[in-house]
């Protein structure tokens, strides 16, 4: 994959910045999470981490069912604060 490929578009997070993450020691799309912040965004990952067990993939040879997947954290959908501190139903406020 080329350097200039954009990985995580919301915190603009390039291929060349995965495989850096990769030659520090990140091997899962958790460890280029925290390195990077890829996967931190509006998708949460939907989308992005296709691409960054693709990157560990080519760079590691570790084969894909190895690779793992990225741990999803809640809420999976932006939510208001508001919703939060009242308890109220997300899906209302977006
Ligand atoms: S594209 Fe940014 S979090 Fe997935």
Request: net charge positive.
């Amino acid at each position: 994959m080329k350097d200039s490929v954009i990985v995580c578009r919301c915190e603009d997070v390039t291929a060349k910045d995965v495989k850096a993450a990769i030659v520090k020691g990140a091997h899962t799309p958790n460890d280029i999470k925290r390195l990077t912040r890829c996967g931190s965004g509006v998708c949460q990952a939907k989308i992005c981490s296709d691409l960054m067990v693709e990157i560990i993939h080519e760079k590691t040879g570790k084969p894909y069912r190895d690779i793992g997947i990225h741990r999803p954290r809640m809420p999976i959908r932006p939510v208001v604060l508001s919703t939060l501190l009242t308890g109220g139903d997300a899906g209302e406020n977006i």
